[in-house]
C-alpha cells in the first residue's frame, strides 16, 4: 500500500507485517557519543538528519541507500511517532529515529568525524523576536556540524525563509564549500520533505544549499572562528511567516 500526504507519495509501500522493523531508540542514554556499530549491528556510513519532522527525507534516502545506516531525530514525539511507524512498517533496518533537540544530538550524541551527511531541512525560523534565541543554525551549531563529518563530509540544508537563507549564505562558507541549489533535488522532484510541498503548493521559494566539509579548518580554527561570526538576529516578515503560523494551528503533521 502506497500512503500520500499533500497528494505526494510517502516514499516506500507498508509491507506485510513479518517483514517491519524496530526503527525507534525509546531511550537514548544519558549525552555521551553514540555507538552505531552497536545500535546497527553493522559498520556503514552515517546519514543524520535533525529537526526531521515526519521523516519523509529519512525513509527516502534510507529505500534508496541502503548500504547507509541513517540516524533521524526531532523534538516532537509526535512527529517521530509517525515516522517510526513509517519506518518500522516499511522494513527499513537501516533506520534508527530518536526523539531529542537537534544541538545536543549533533553536540553531545554524535562524536568527532562520524557522520558521512548532515541533513537540515525547514529548521524553524521562530520570527517571534522573543523567540528568536531558539533558532538552530547558529555559529556553534556549524561548527559542531563540521566537528562531527568525516573529511570531506556533506551538509545539506534548505528553507522558505528568506531573511533565515541570507543568514546561512553569510555564516555557512566558513565551515564549508557552500553550493546553492537552485532546482529541486533530482531524487525529489516534488520536495523533499513535508514543509518543502508545502511551501511549494503556496508558491513560496524554496532556498536549498549544501556544503563539503572545509578540511583546511582544524578543530581550534573551527571554535576560534565561532568569535567573529554574527548571531541570527534577523527579523523576519512575510507569507513565509503565515505558513508558519497556519501549521502551528494545524493538528501534528502526519
Ligand atoms: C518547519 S518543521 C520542518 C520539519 C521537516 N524537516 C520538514 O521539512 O518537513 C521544523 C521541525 O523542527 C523541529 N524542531 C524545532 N526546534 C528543534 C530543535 N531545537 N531540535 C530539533 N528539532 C527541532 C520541530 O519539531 C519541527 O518538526
Known sequence: MIEYEFDVPIPGEILPEDCWAKTAIKRLPLPAPLDFAAIFGRVAPLIVEVGCGNGRYTLQSALARPDFNHFASDLLPVVIRYATRRGNQRGLHNVRFAVRDAESIIGEYLGEGVASEIHLYHPQPYHDPRQAHRRLVTPRFLAD???????????????????????????????????????????????????????????????????????????????AALQSLPAPSFRSRGPWCDLDVWEERQPPPR
Open 145 to 223: 556540524v563540521h566537528r562531527t563529518l568525516v573529511p570531506g563530509g556533506l551538509f545539506v540544508i534548505q528553507t522558505d525563509n528568506p531573511d533565515y537563507w541570507s543568514y546561512f549564505t553569510q555564516v555557512i562558507p566558513t565551515y564549508f564549500d557552500w553550493h546553492e541549489q537552485d532546482e529541486p533535488w533530482p531524487d525529489a522532484p516534488e520536495g523533499r520533505s513535508r514543509r518543502e510541498i508545502l511551501a511549494r503548493s503556496r508558491n513560496l521559494k524554496i532556498f536549498r544549499g549544501f556544503g563539503t566539509r572545509r578540511d583546511d579548518l582544524d578543530r581550534g580554527a573551527a571554535f
